[in-house]
Structure formats: structure tokens, C-alpha cells
């Protein structure tokens, strides 16, 4: 079975290399996009997505200065999957993602109130311009 799309439809390897595309049909899609984008937009509904997403990072942190928790709430918390409706990137075994993982989930929770002991405190420039008009 071939694992490369260049191999696939025979097309030179080289050519996928020179656009920067992709040339996997094993291996997913490698695309993040930063959620804190969000941080500088105008819109309404984006700013409260910031909010959002500042509100659970201050969860997270404020359960590592609680101290340790479960491997369950580390998975469910921490490990932050790939959501399935949101098919970015595609390979032989599904679009399901792997997200970030155990490790990265225990690291998190170990360091985030040490490294972030403020966080959450600098809001969006936008965001109270947002609350006064809504």
C-alpha cells in the first residue's frame, strides 16, 4: 500500500516538496490554528470565544494549584482532542486526530500555575468595549 500521495498517483515527490503540500495519506494533516487569534478581534461573537477560552485556562490552572487530580480529568481536561466535525486534515486511519496527549496533559497540569500565576488577569482590548455595547 502506498503511503505517499505522490506515490499513489505516480507524480514526483519533488513537486509536492517545491508547494510545501502535504504528500501523506498515512499521517494527518499538521495545521493548528491559534485560538488566540481571537484575542484582537472586533467581532462580538469572537471576543466572548476569547473570553471562553481564557475562562477554562484559568480553570485549569487554578486546579493545578489545587494539586494533583485524576489520570480521567487530566484526559478529559487536558489532552485537548481534535474536534471530528472539523475535518482539517484527512489520512488512511480517519480524520480523528490525536490531539495532544498524555504527556503534554501531565506537563500542563504540573506547570501551568507555576509558569502563568497571573494568568487570565489582561483581558481583550476589545473585549470590554464589547460588554459596554452588548
Known amino acids: 500500500m502506498a503511503t505517499f500521495i505522490s506515490d499513489y498517483f505516480d507524480v514526483d515527490a519533488a513537486l ?13 494533516l499538521p495545521l493548528f490554528i491559534d485560538p488566540f487569534l481571537l484575542f ?3 467581532k462580538p461573537e469572537y471576543i466572548a470565544l476569547h473570553e471562553a477560552i481564557i475562562t477554562y485556562f484559568v480553570f485549569l490552572r487554578d486546579r493545578a494549584a489545587a494539586g494533583p487530580v485524576s489520570e480521567g480529568e487530566l484526559r478529559n481536561w487536558c489532552c485537548f482532542k481534535e474536534v471530528r466535525q472539523n475535518p482539517l486534515g484527512f489520512s488512511v486511519s480517519g480524520n480523528g486526530g490525536a490531539g495532544l496527549g498524555m504527556d503534554f496533559a501531565r506537563n500542563l497540569h504540573a ?9 487570565g488577569k489582561r483581558r481583550s482590548p ?3 468595549t464589547w460588554r459596554k455595547s452588548a
Open 111 to 119: 506547570n501551568l500555575n507555576v509558569i502563568f500565576p497571573d494568568f
Open 16 to 28: 509536492f516538496e517545491s508547494y510545501g503540500a502535504l504528500n501523506s495519506i498515512v499521517n494527518d
Open 126 to 128: 476589545k473585549a470590554a
Open 40 to 42: 484582537y478581534s472586533e
